[in-house]
């Protein structure tokens, strides 16, 4: 899935993403599935899964979460 940072708390490790597929809602992700060189920060693309909330009853969250430039590159072997 395909989608923006619209929230990143650096203090606090966690942020959220709007998502392209459901701009009604945003979704959580959390640092340590955060695999990028880069610091997440707003208005960054991303690319990611859905995984299960971090507790039961929570809402699914991103995981394997990842620069969508980045992304990209890995596809294509850095050629566009």
Known sequence: ??????????LNRYGFILSDNDFRSQIFFHIKNYHGSLI?????RVEF????????????????????????KAVTGGAK
């Open 1 to 10: 899935m395909l989608g923006t940072i619209q929230q990143y708390a650096a």
């Open 49 to 72: 899964d859905l995984g299960p909330g971090f507790k039961p009853g929570l809402p699914d969250q991103a995981i394997k979460v990842i620069p969508a430039d980045t992304a990209e």
């Open 40 to 44: 997440p920060e707003k208005g960054m």
